[in-house]
């Protein structure tokens, strides 16, 4: 028992030093003291790009536009009344293992590749979504925009996108925590984690790829 307290009070100094004068942008999973595939929701890893927006999900809205047929936007009520899907699956953000880059740098699985967890998600798949807007022929890319301070947004292939991604709902945020999804989070199961969008306000199909700031210039396809 001494040690799951000792645990938990080191994690509660990182979520308190995110919350505190001194914003931190990550925390990281004991991997060294789970047990089983499914990482406690309080103990999921946390990374953001410009601080942790404060949303109302009431007032919380998607957007789907671009090269549709029919434009929507969505309340958080509105994707409920979709039929859902819970599949478990693992996110882990591209700079996991970072800090071994130059060379080891702290004695702690922890600290070291931290920056992946797995959990059940549940929510509606997007190709239900797309089928609502109806795609148009030409739109071959989607980007995935959040409404964290940094806009953070990613390109993908639309047929990837509708085939492999859903929304996670907001019954299903509130559980994992306001941090990793409130009020709506994207999921891209085999994709590097920042393909899965926190804060998800705005999907729009395209042509071509977006080139925003995250991403490389050889964009994967």
């Known amino acids: 028992m001494a040690g799951r307290r000792h645990r938990s009070r080191r994690h509660q100094a990182q979520r308190a030093l995110a919350h505190g004068g001194t914003e931190s942008s990550v925390s990281f999973s004991p991997l060294q003291h789970l047990h089983g595939i499914i990482t406690p929701n309080g103990l999921f890893f946390e990374r ?5 927006p404060d949303i109302d999900p009431s007032q919380h809205r998607l957007m789907i536009h671009g090269l549709v047929e029919r434009p929507l936007l969505l309340t958080m009520k509105d994707i ?10 693992f996110i882990e953000c591209p700079a996991n293992g970072g800090m071994e880059w130059r060379a080891a740098q702290l004695n ?8 992946i967890s797995c959990a059940e998600w549940t929510g509606v798949r997007l190709s239900t ?11 071959k890319w989607a980007m995935v925009e959040g409404a964290d301070g940094a806009h953070m947004n990613r390109s993908c292939r639309s047929t990837n996108a509708s085939t492999t991604a859903w929304w996670s709902t907001p019954r299903t945020a509130r559980r994992c925590g306001r941090n990793k999804a409130i009020p709506l989070r994207l999921l891209v199961p085999g994709w590097e984690g920042n393909f899965s969008i926190k804060w998800l306000r705005r999907i729009k199909l395209g042509d071509r790829p977006w080139f925003s700031r995250e991403e490389p210039r050889n964009i994967p396809t």
């Open 48 to 52: 953001h790009h410009a601080g942790r």
């Open 108 to 115: 702690s699985l922890q600290f070291n590749h931290g920056m």
């Open 80 to 89: 409920e009344r979709f039929p859902s899907v819970s599949r478990i699956h």
């Open 129 to 139: 979504l797309l089928e609502e807007v109806g795609v148009k022929k030409e739109a």
